[in-house]
């Protein structure tokens, strides 16, 4: 029939495509809802500079609004609006994006945590609003605000006044205290427990060999810095407490930036979509079952 019509083969072949060619990814949906949120709850002040005023939740937002290329970091350390809102061709991971918004929410009052009803602790309900999500897979009821709606729903994380069976593990990030949950006796949590210690990156195990080794020099040194330049007289033990806590806060830091409980360890080249929580409730709690097997010469890593 071809050649009835006058084709003619061109004398190279056609290959037809496997569909698995790499195409232009879609803009997310949450990533308009998600800057207007951001930009709208953070505190505003009339400089045009906003100021994470060293609160974790801020600097959470800073960094999201930074990394959706809404805004540059200022020399000050905030951030300003980018003259040129641009959307980066790697966007931050979905979760964490989540994470801030929740936190971010409750930080400011437009998302409110509610007791299960029938909880012992549950306080009288007079004087607070009416909770307006009901509880769902796990999550306890809330109260949040109308004009937070839209970018829970863009998020996936609220469907029909409901919280979505996705949002679930994003909330353990905020950890509620009002829904009373122990996520760490969650199967979830435990399994993740076990691949991060049976994976741990060459590179990870690298920096976590000096972990909580705390020398003899290490304390003399510190006593030397503090007689020069602490305005009070400085003890052994004092060093001891200060070493600890920088010992425990550089594991939290690797944890917080190359660990995820739904992907475990990783890659560097993964760490360049993460945003910096320093509140993650998951991260931390799993920093403390993590040290408590892999640093056990370091019982004070896993308080």
Known sequence: MLDDAGFEPLGRRIKISDGSAVKDPLQPKWVGPVAEFLWSALPDPATGQWDHLFISVFEAACGALVGLGEAVKAADGGIERSAHPTLPATLPRWDDVATVVVSLAAQVNLLEYRHFVG????????????????????????????????????????????????????????????????????????????????????????????????????????????????????TRDDALKSLRFWSRWNLDQIFLRRWRLNDGWLSVQEVERTLLIEHDAVSINMVSEFAAWYLPHAPFLSE
């Open 119 to 234: 909880a012992r602790a549950r306080p009288s309900p007079t004087g607070l609003r009416p909770a307006n999500i009901r509880a769902a897979h796990g999550c306890g009821p809330a109260y949040l605000a109308p004009e937070a709606f839209g970018v829970f729903e863009s998020l996936g994380l609220v469907l029909g006044a409901r919280w979505t069976e996705q949002a679930e593990t994003i909330l353990w990030r905020d950890f509620p205290n009002e829904w009373g949950i122990d996520f760490t006796a969650d199967r979830r949590f435990t399994v993740a427990l076990h691949v991060a210690l049976a994976s741990v990156p060459d590179d990870i195990a690298e920096r976590l060999k000096g972990s909580g080794i705390i020398t003899e020099e290490s304390i003399v040194e510190w006593l030397e810095v503090a007689a020069k330049h602490a305005p009070t007289t400085k």
